[in-house]
């Protein structure tokens, strides 16, 4: 109540002659808040609401001019009070790609959407943003056998099982560090991608991106964790992207079968990644929305796995952890 009192004073003062209404907007999964200021001619503007103790609005501004600057469709900042942590927002409007997305307009959509990631990829520039770096992407790996395999499905490794999913990370880290860097939104996926008339997409929750692997975002948008499309029309897409990619002097791989094994190993990463995600949220954070989920990311996975001989261990292992899921076709 005090901190909706906070954030009422603090529009109020922006706009003293002005009347106006104050709805729910969303709220994500860490402590951030959205509002709808909505104003008497029919106008919006989005608060944040970002507590100062739990979270830092100064990335998102360095990250959203970042973005803005190379020509994409973020929230513009109207008006920052860091000392409260409340942001003044341009409104996106209410439609995600994942309430938009059919059959009939995915193939616009997802241009859309790569061509605007095209365009941060150009912009990237070392030392702007945190490196994706090896200790990073190896926090995230771990996740997987601490939250969802102990915590989430109770259930403890033995030693050549850790053996195994051990050697599995170490070639799926060699690969994604080889990869040529820019800058990675890091969630640039259906739900954070906004149908907007001019320049679209709108993209949203970019205040985690970092310099690191040039298909990172690919393998959030087309493996992503709440739609699924035909692998054959994502084929299409990704070689869509690497088209434009190179024409535009991206340093994507020259050839596209080693493009193609690049975004699969990094969705590897994600995937892993994103099911200790999943389980943290859903137990530690009582947010168990998040499990339905988890089927889709897992057939992702193992998916992969299959494809790879490299990879077997971890499809073993996934095997071992899931004999039913397997027989019944990746459902959990």
């Known amino acids: 109540m005090q901190r909706q009192q906070q954030l ?49 609005c100064r990335p998102f501004l360095h990250i959203g001019k970042l973005f803005e600057d190379a020509g994409t469709h973020v929230p513009h900042v109207y008006s920052q009070d860091l000392e409260q942590g409340f942001l003044l927002l341009s409104d996106l409007g209410n439609t995600t790609y994942m309430q938009a997305l059919q059959a009939g307009n995915a193939r616009q959509l997802y241009g ?8 941060i990829q150009l912009a990237s520039r070392q030392d702007e943003l945190p490196a994706y770096d090896e200790a990073l992407l190896r926090r995230e790996l771990n ?19 850790k053996g195994k999913l051990e050697e599995v990370f170490q070639r799926i880290l060699r690969n994604n560090l080889a990869q040529p860097r820019v800058y990675v939104h890091r969630d640039y996926h259906s739900r954070n991608l906004m149908v907007v008339p001019d320049n679209n997409p ?14 990172y975002d690919l393998a959030s948008l087309f493996k992503d964790a709440y739609i699924k499309w035909d692998e054959e029309l994502v084929m299409d897409w990704l070689i869509r992207y690497w088209e434009g990619a190179r024409k535009a002097g991206l ?22 990644k994103v099911l200790g995600i999943f389980a943290r949220l859903c137990h530690r954070d009582g947010k168990d ?34 004999p039913e899921a397997i027989q019944e076709g990746y459902t959990f």
């Open 8 to 56: 009422n004073t603090w529009l109020y003062s922006l706009f003293p002659d002005e009347k106006f209404t104050i709805t729910t907007a969303s709220a994500d999964a860490s402590f951030r808040r959205y509002f709808r200021a909505t104003f008497s001619d029919g106008s919006a503007r989005i608060v944040m609401d970002a507590p100062p103790q739990h979270e830092d």
């Open 251 to 272: 340093p994507v791989h020259a050839d596209f079968g080693e493009f193609y094994r690049d975004y699969e190993w990094m969705g590897m990463q994600r995937h892993i």
């Open 143 to 161: 996740l997987f056998p601490e939250w969802y395999v102990a915590k989430h499905l109770g259930v403890t490794l033995n030693d050549k099982q």
């Open 112 to 119: 859309d959407a790569t061509a605007a990631l095209i365009k």
């Open 202 to 215: 709108g993209i949203l929750d970019f205040q985690d991106a970092v310099f690191g692997p040039i298909t």
């Open 289 to 322: 929305g998040y499990l339905k989920d988890m089927p889709l990311v897992f057939e992702y996975l193992y998916r992969a796995c299959t494809r790879y001989v490299d990879l077997k261990p971890l499809q073993v292992l996934l095997e071992e952890l899931h």
